[in-house]
Structure formats: C-alpha cells, structure tokens
C-alpha cells in the first residue's frame, strides 16, 4: 500500500499530512480559518460560518493532495451547469435594461384617509388637537408627519395606531368604525 500519493500542487503528500491539516482546522477561530482560506483558494471569503469554511477549506486541502474531481466529472458539470437552477440572482430592483424606463409607481393612497385638506379633531385629556390631512402626509402642531402612527405619538407619547386613534379604523371604504 501507498502511503504518499502525488497531487497536482504539492507534489508528494502524506494521508497523514492531509488528515494533521483537516484536524488543525477544528481548532482554529473564524479568523484564522479566514486567513486558511485565502492561503488555500487565494482569494478572500465574505463567509463568516466557522462550519461552512471547515468544509471547504477540507474539501480543497484533499482534492489538492488527490487530484479533486476527475475529468469525466467536470466535463459532466460543464455539461449541465446551463440547466442548473439559478440560486443567486441580482435584486431585480437594482437591474435596469437598456433603453428601458421603468415608470415611477405611485403608492396608492390608502382608503380610510379622508381626502386632502381635510382637517379632523381629537380630543386628548381635555386637550383639542387638529390634524390635516396633506396629499403626501400629515400636519399638526406646525410639523409635518409621514403617518397617522406618528401624529398619535407626538400627542400622547405613547405607541398608538393612527387610523384607531383618530376614529378611522372602520371598513375600508372610508366609512367610520365603532368608538
């Protein structure tokens, strides 16, 4: 039996060899199986998964020892690699084609709220407070707001929902819930 076998970049290498390096690398830090992983692949890793790095950092320890996959191997995933499913794909928000302009999307304004201008009234121990209703947001007590939740913070100082503490919380429809 062989006990050294020759691999394509290191020449002559030991089982032993191979196995003393797999097992130093259940002891190393992510730092260090980083670094590992540079040295090995040459090039830097954005993983953080001290599992994962193990894996791999083995995986091409042993395949530079052995001869990794074999020919026959590869030419088989050169062969079904444009078949594969794609795993990552860029944000489609981010891709923009040629030629192309996509249409800015107006948010639709929500049902409930009344229309712009108007200006509603709520009570808040003993207090009167007022506010309008803008096309694009909400104003009270000389301020502007970008929701009804905010509003209803800014007077009682504490979380409540919008549309419940200005009597909105009905149907969809526009229509006034239940007090």
């Keep these: 039996m ?6 394509p970049r ?10 003393a390096q797999i097992a130093a690398l259940s002891g190393m830090t992510v730092g260090e199986l980083r670094e590992k992983f540079l040295a090995v692949y ?7 998964n001290k599992v994962y790095l193990r894996k791999k950092i083995a995986w091409k320890i042993q395949a530079d020892a ?13 062969e079904l690699a ?4 794609i795993r990552w794909r860029p944000n489609l928000k981010d891709v923009q084609v040629p030629g192309v302009e996509e249409p800015k999307k107006e948010t639709p304004r929500d049902p409930r709220l009344p229309p712009a201008g108007t200006v509603l009234t709520r009570v808040h121990k ?5 506010v309008e209703f803008l096309a694009d947001g909400f104003a009270y007590d000389g ?24 009597g909105l919380a009905g149907k969809k429809d526009g229509t006034e819930g239940t007090r």
């Design 143 to 166: 301020k502007r707001y970008s929701s009804l939740t905010q509003v209803a913070r800014a007077i009682t100082g504490t979380h409540w929902n919008g549309f419940l503490f200005m």
């Design 66 to 78: 052995e001869g990794g996959l074999s020919q026959r191997a590869l030419a088989r995933i050169e």
């Design 42 to 48: 040459g090039e830097p890793t954005r993983s953080s």
């Design 82 to 85: 444009p078949l594969a499913p």
């Design 10 to 19: 290191d020449g002559p290498t030991t089982i032993g060899d191979v196995t």
């Design 2 to 7: 062989k006990s050294k076998r020759e691999g």
């Design 126 to 130: 003993g207090q009167e407070h007022k």
